[in-house]
């Protein structure tokens, strides 16, 4: 929408101060107001229920679900967590319960104590990939291998990994909408991206190993 | 200190984010400039980051902000009281 960072930054700043006097007028009765104010969210709301849903149609009505019920319990809403973090954390819960309800339970209730053997998670050797992102991007063929990519991830893995990398919340937003230890996230997002550079490599523009000049990694 | 590939692997995540101690992240840099292996194992990350942060990616279904809109507008149409919640 605007090129100028500093005016984008002064924009962000702006719509968290807008925010929280948004919701006061809706909560006095403007609810119409409610449209803007989670226009901005309508992406991440859904690709977290689609990351734990992994189809369209359920992530639509789960995401549609996840707006109504942050609609009819905004007056809940405590300023001490971001606004995008408490709707993220709705949309986890309605992906939650309809995952119940179809009684595919694919995350587990219970965090491991213990994660720290990467010896598996080990990522694949190409010797150069310096293509520049934005020429890459305009190959559909690496944009679907990375989407079949993130689908193809363990369901724990792929829910640290769509919140971080394709939503673009922090480490710290990550673990409060999860309710997880920020030290389990990074291991989890460590994991992901690791496997997803391991299965993307076939498809990144290689050139010929040059082992002999380095040796094998140990 | 000297690290070997292993490690430098172990905090390829967290030297993208920025996360890593100035002293362990000068070890890695040292790394990078003599091992290739390491650098494009780096660089491919940082790009399926970077590609996957982009909004063509991850895209949503044709249509869902209209109705997702309309069954706001429903919402609140029907339910005259909840803004005094």
Known sequence: MCGDSAAHFFMMT?????????????????KELFHDLIR?????????VFAMLKNETEAEDAAQDAFV?????????????????????????QARQKLRRDKKVGFESIEETIEDNDGEFTPA?????????????ERKELREALQKAVT???????????????????????????????????????????????SLVPFLKNTPPAYRRFGRAQ | MKLDCKHV???????????????????IE???????????????????LILTADERTFEVPVGFSEKLHRRLEEEIKKDPESGEK
């Open chain 1, 40 to 48: 901005p969210y309508e992406r991440m709301v859904y690709l977290t």
């Open chain 1, 125 to 137: 050797f190409l010797t150069d990939w310096r293509e520049v992102p934005l020429e890459a991007l």
């Open chain 1, 14 to 30: 702006t719509a968290t101060h807008n925010e929280a006097q948004t919701i006061a007028r809706i909560l006095a009765g403007e």
């Open chain 2, 9 to 27: 692997w172990g905090y390829i995540s967290d030297y993208i984010d920025n996360s890593v101690d100035p002293a362990v992240r000068e070890d």
């Open chain 1, 69 to 93: 019920n942050a609609y009819r319990y905004l007056a809940s809403f405590r300023a001490e967590s971001k606004f995008s973090t408490w709707l993220t954390m709705i949309a986890i819960n």
């Open chain 1, 152 to 198: 193809e991830l363990p369901d724990k893995y792929r829910q640290v990994f769509s919140l971080r990398d394709i939503q673009g919340l922090s480490i710290q937003e990550t673990s409060e909408a999860l309710n997880m230890n920020p030290g389990l996230v990074k291991i989890r997002l460590r994991r992901a991206r690791i496997m997803l550079q391991k």
């Open chain 2, 30 to 48: 040292r790394h990078l400039e003599h091992c290739e292996i390491c650098s494009a194992i780096l660089d491919s990350t940082r790009n399926i």
